[in-house]
């Protein structure tokens, strides 16, 4: 029997041969990007990612991006391979608006599209009406639209009511409860703040941390955030064990972000329940739809005083913390939230397809 063929389609920077040399050399957590290796059996997949930075499809996609924010060119240079898969599951909207477009003005009816968004759906209203028709016109041709958050599902629901929507909790690579932390000689921060998506709310956080005396900071993030000083170090990891030696290392991790749709900072949350150590959230995005209050402490966005209250708990109580650690890490068992276990939800929600979608 012929195993159906997924292809997943991720950014045009990202090239599926550095990937595997980074996960080689301890740097990335899984040896394809976003866990695609972990796709369950029964299934033949390929990562279609980018090529030849000074290519042609390379300067299309950065073209396309610029005047559109979604990429044509990755969806035409995977054309052939696209066109030969019963299935083609987009990383994020930059991907899929690009497939969807080049499968209407196509004509191509096969395969079966699945676009998870991000950011699409909560940013809707801030693009011209012109690019908007453009969009709606792409959206018309994914099949199923994936959300990692329950807000982002029901904004999706709200703006394409036509289209498929699913909620599929996000996982991270089990890896980050396996990997044994480096030995390091650095002193251990008193609180770790990791990621640099847009949502962060970096504003917040440095107010918090005036309000909490300055204790030592760590920001594991390759942007400069917030200034250097004495109690602030703004620094990338470059392993996995390196990161995995501040989850467990530093008394708190503070995942403070704005208002949003898709669960900002997710990624940090599960990779510290799968590594251990106690969080503080900002009640926003459905990030309170994987943790409860008694596993992550949450506060209200954009409060201070909130969350430095609720940190300050945490520092002054190592029971607590460890109460919570283990709580968290319980959670992250239970509720499966592995690379593995998202792909498998995913491709359950692919085989639930109605067969007039699948057979198209």
């Not at 909490?212 to 170090?233: C, Q």
């Not at 992250?332 to 198209?360: G, I, K, M, N």
Request: hydrophobic share 40%.
């Amino acid at each position: 029997m012929t195993l159906p063929h997924l292809s997943i389609l991720v950014a045009s920077e990202l090239r599926t041969e550095d990937y595997a040399s980074r996960y080689e050399a301890g740097a990335a957590p899984d040896r394809a990007p976003y866990g695609a290796n972990h796709v369950p059996g029964g299934w033949h997949f390929s990562v279609l990612g980018g090529g030849d930075p000074n290519g042609f499809a390379a300067r299309l996609s950065r073209l396309s991006k610029r005047l559109l924010v979604f990429d044509v060119g990755q969806a035409l240079s995977h054309l052939r391979d696209l066109r030969r898969s019963e299935y083609v599951y987009c990383h994020s909207e930059v991907e899929y608006l690009g497939a969807g477009l080049v499968f209407r003005l196509l004509g191509i009816r096969r395969p079966v599209l699945v676009g998870q968004t991000i950011w699409l759906f909560a940013e809707w209203s801030k693009h011209p009406r012109w690019l908007q028709r453009i969009m709606r016109f792409a959206l018309a041709r994914v099949d199923l639209f994936v959300a990692n958050a329950e807000p982002n599902a029901e904004a999706g629901r709200a703006l394409v009511p036509s289209g498929r929507h699913r909620y599929v909790p996000f996982g991270v690579s089990s890896v980050f409860a396996a990997t044994s932390p480096t030995d390091d000689a650095e002193p251990a921060p008193r609180l770790l703040s990791v990621g640099n998506d847009r949502a962060r709310d970096w504003r917040t956080l440095e107010q918090a941390h005036r309000l909490l005396g300055a204790p030592s900071l760590r920001i594991a993030s390759n942007k400069k955030i917030l200034a250097d000083h004495d109690a602030v170090e703004t620094r990338p990891t470059t392993t996995v064990a390196e990161l995995v030696s501040l989850y467990r290392s530093a008394e708190v991790t503070v995942v403070s972000v704005t208002p949003n749709l898709h669960a900002s900072g997710i990624t940090t949350l599960l990779e510290l329940a799968a590594a251990g150590g106690a969080a503080v959230a900002t009640r926003a995005g459905g990030l309170d739809a994987y943790f409860s209050d008694d596993e992550v402490l949450f506060v209200p966005a954009a409060d201070p005083e909130a969350l430095a209250t609720a940190i300050s708990s945490l520092l002054d109580d190592p029971e607590e913390r460890r109460r919570r650690s283990e709580r968290l890490a319980a959670a992250f068992q239970e509720r499966q939230y592995t690379t593995a276990a998202y792909w498998r939800r995913v491709t359950e929600a692919l085989a639930e397809l109605p067969s007039r979608v699948r057979d198209a």
